[in-house]
């Protein structure tokens, strides 16, 4: 068989097989397979062209490894002799000692001046857009005559098909799987009335949509939501933003490094957690509202009766009871105002628990001692408006049924806050 011949049935075997398939990863390891194989070099090197950052990065090798591949060799077209072959789009041959070329870039995690000779071809796209490179090397000096260096251009040229239609495949696999998270997201949030079930659910598909080691949602108010899993040697920290605030942070950890669309993926889900946790905020804000509503309406209805039997009598434990009930409507109007005006803004619990404390004890306090020692204490309002209806229900207790002295003490330390 003639070289001609010869060279005709590689080609055809080479995009044969790596044709394959349609997985990137797989094309870029079956390009350096078959091309090492085909032209009888020691080892190839294949190289996408990242446009975001306009360098070559090393994908896939034969015959080398690459150690600590998270740190993949990377290199600007026009740096290294593959990368001067991929800015001239030209290929490039040298026959012997190719590591002392002008033009050799080292990298410290591979070995590449064990090899003599080099071949270097860039991956046009219709002859002209850049789509990478690649390169073949011997160990023993070698020419490379002008037969197979057409091979490995024709190659080239084949390849660069194959690995565009690999990478649409890829982007289109990526953005079905963004959209199978954010949908599982939008499915938890939608019919869960809970916050703390939207936030398990986002935390858990936050680690499944990037394999991750680890996530949590950190609140403004500094607690760790649904930690789960455990700390990697990568992370990532994204803001949860609504209306111009800042109400949180997204924090995934993982052993490898993110990618910038893994980046994209978390900022679209940091999004939906950020609806996510107004959702539940708001879904609290209305069950602390009817929960006022449903006391309000208990206390007028008993006021009504008391004003009905007053108006028959004059008795003076009914005028005790009016008088309690008028307290407990004031108490609950002030939880109301704070629920209505602090919204989305820290309340001062200390000062509320005062305000509280000084309508209940009005009609209630009879021959009985109240002491308060009230630290000035910072909540979400949606917090501190839960924390004030149970105060207002333990004191009024307190001081209906209680002993002769009642004390109140709110205080803050390391994170905790007691009452």
């Not at 490995?152 to 194959?162: D, E, G, H, K, P």
């Not at 209940?360 to 306090?365: A, K, R, S």
Request: net charge negative; hydrophobic share 45%.
């Amino acid at each position: 068989m003639d070289a001609s011949a010869r060279h005709l049935r590689l080609l055809t075997e080479t995009i044969a097989a790596v044709n394959s398939t349609l997985d990137l990863e797989e094309v870029l390891h079956l390009v350096a397979t078959e091309v090492a194989d085909a032209l009888r070099a020691d080892a190839c090197f294949v190289y996408l062209y990242d446009e975001r950052s306009d360098e070559l990065v090393l994908r896939a090798t034969h015959g080398s490894r690459v150690e600590e591949m998270t740190r993949r060799p990377r290199m600007r077209p026009g740096e290294g002799i593959t990368g001067a072959a991929a800015a001239e789009r030209q290929p490039i041959a040298i026959a012997e000692r190719a590591h002392l070329d002008p033009r050799f870039k080292q990298f410290p995690n591979l070995r590449e001046d064990e090899y003599e000779s080099i071949l270097a071809v860039p991956i046009l796209i219709r002859g002209e857009v850049l789509e990478g490179a690649l390169n073949v090397r011997t160990r023993k000096a070698r020419a490379w005559p002008e037969a197979e260096v057409d091979l490995l251009v024709a190659i080239a040229s084949q390849v660069a098909q194959t690995i565009e239609h690999a990478k649409l495949y890829a982007e289109a696999q990526r953005r079905v799987h963004e959209l199978e998270a954010l949908a599982k997201i939008s499915e938890a949030v939608s019919e869960s009335l809970y916050l703390e079930e939207s936030l398990e659910a986002i935390v858990k598909t936050t680690i499944a949509a990037v394999d991750a080691s680890g996530a949590a949602l950190v609140l403004d108010d500094g607690r760790i939501a649904w930690p789960e899993g455990r700390a990697g040697a990568h992370a990532v920290r994204l803001p949860l933003r609504w209306k111009r605030r800042v109400i949180g942070e997204l924090v995934c950890d993982r052993d490898t490094p993110f990618s910038e669309d893994d980046r994209a993926l978390l900022e679209a889900i940091a999004h939906h957690a950020a609806v996510a946790l107004e959702h539940g905020r708001a879904v609290m804000r209305g069950v602390l509202a009817q929960e006022i509503h449903h006391r309000v309406k208990n206390n007028l209805q008993t006021v009504a009766s008391l004003l009905r039997l007053q108006a028959r009598a004059t008795d003076v434990d009914a005028q005790k009871a009016l008088g309690d009930s008028v307290n407990r409507i004031l108490a609950i109007a002030a939880v109301h105002e704070v629920l209505t005006e602090h919204r989305e803004d820290d309340v001062d619990l200390g000062e509320l628990i005062g305000r509280l404390r000084a309508m209940l004890v009005q009609g209630l306090v009879a021959g009985k001692a109240v002491e308060a020692e009230l630290a000035p204490v910072s909540l979400a309002g949606d917090r501190a408006t839960a924390l004030a209806l149970v105060f207002c229900e333990l004191f009024g207790n307190a001081l209906e049924h209680g002993g002769s002295t009642v004390r109140i003490a709110l205080a803050q330390e390391e994170g905790s806050v007691q009452l």
